[in-house]
């Protein structure tokens, strides 16, 4: 093998360990991002209920504001 070989298999090796590095550090922050996503839905679905649960024990008068 010459040496112009050699080095182009090292630059593609050099390469392919930030690009395994690269998408190691990805995939671990997108399981980051989905535990925060699924917080997020189960504390939006409690709010929603709650809201929901307030909005049925509140009269809301059916009345013209006074700027008409």
Excluded at 2 to 13: H, M, S, V, W
Excluded at 55 to 61: G, K
């Amino acid at each position: 093998m010459d040496t112009e070989t050699e080095n182009r298999f090292i630059a593609l090796e050099t390469k392919l360990a930030f690009m395994d590095d690269f998408v190691n550090k990805l995939q671990q922050e997108v399981v980051k991002q989905q535990k925060v996503i699924e917080i997020l839905r189960e504390e939006n679905k409690i709010l929603s209920s709650r809201i929901m649960d307030l909005s049925e024990n509140i009269e809301i008068p059916n009345r013209k504001p006074p700027h008409y």
